[in-house]
């Protein structure tokens, strides 16, 4: 069985305030859902939130990381650098995320990529800094909506995967150190939904695409969907087959929305 995980992306969203207080409720809810405590102590299911990098040490205090950990949540950093330091101004390295208490790190995320010019040879440089500090990388796939129309979805994810991940695509443990989030570019803050059908075929060629060239970690392997994922939309994403999981920016944020999502599916 794979672990479900439910991602919120935060962007550039809350300060350590509003950080602390986003956990402080979402805690309290926690003690009064039993299954969902059940499940995430069981280990079916994972929640995991990235706040930006000046609130990964207000979360890490909010779920009690440095005293036993509290809190059954994960937290991971939206962003490093592959450099483990460096003249390398406004950038964090995978060593300071993992000291404050991250065990994830988002990589190649479409804003990052169409905003800031992230290509597959920096998302390559920085999932290989991630595996070796033993922090699970999430790396983000998908395709534009030209792209999509012009019947390139796969051949552009197929491009993100294989140049993001290169050679540590054959690595025995990869399930246990990767997780893919397949986005749609043009479902992402938009309103638009992949339908579950759509966002199942590609997941499903995500895992094909894995099985081809390591079939026993293609099994392990957890798939995410991400783009516009409301309480309306999450369980019938997470009904399909080979989706593992859900990265939710917007409805994340609020803790009724994502809870909402958490115990919809
Ligand atoms: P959204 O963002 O849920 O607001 O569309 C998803 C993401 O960017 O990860």
Not at 161 to 186: C, F, K, T
């Amino acid at each position: 069985m794979r672990t479900k995980i439910y991602a919120g992306n935060w962007k550039m969203h809350y300060g350590p305030a509003e950080t602390a207080a986003f956990f402080a409720e979402l805690g309290e809810w926690l003690k009064g859902d039993k299954k969902t405590a059940a499940a995430l102590n069981d280990a079916e299911i994972e929640v995991l939130i990235y706040p930006t990098a000046v609130c990964l040490e207000s979360a890490a205090r909010a779920i009690g990381l440095q005293n036993g950990q509290k809190l059954p949540f994960t937290i991971g950093a939206q962003n490093v650098h592959w450099e483990s330091k460096g003249a390398f101004t406004g950038e964090i390295s995978v060593s300071m995320a993992k000291e404050v208490g991250c065990s994830y790190v988002l990589v190649g995320h479409s804003e990052r990529r169409h905003l800031f010019g992230e290509t597959n040879e920096q998302t390559h440089k920085k999932i290989e800094s991630v595996l070796a500090a033993d922090m699970i990388a999430m790396l983000c796939v998908g395709e534009l909506l030209e792209e999509r129309e012009a019947g390139r979805t796969f051949a552009v994810i197929d491009a993100q995967l294989a140049e993001g991940l290169g050679n540590l695509v054959s690595q025995p443990d990869l399930a246990d150190r990767i997780v893919i989030a397949y986005e749609p570019v043009w479902a992402i803050g938009t309103g638009k939904t992949a339908s579950d059908l759509d966002a199942q075929q590609v997941c499903a060629h995500i895992r094909e695409w894995i099985a081809s060239r390591n079939a026993p970690a293609a099994k392990r392997l957890r798939i995410l969907y991400g783009g516009s994922v409301k309480p309306e939309n999450s369980a019938a994403i997470m009904a399909q087959p080979d989706i593992d999981g859900l990265l939710v920016g917007g409805a994340s944020l609020a803790p009724s929305q994502f809870e909402r999502i958490l115990t919809a599916s």
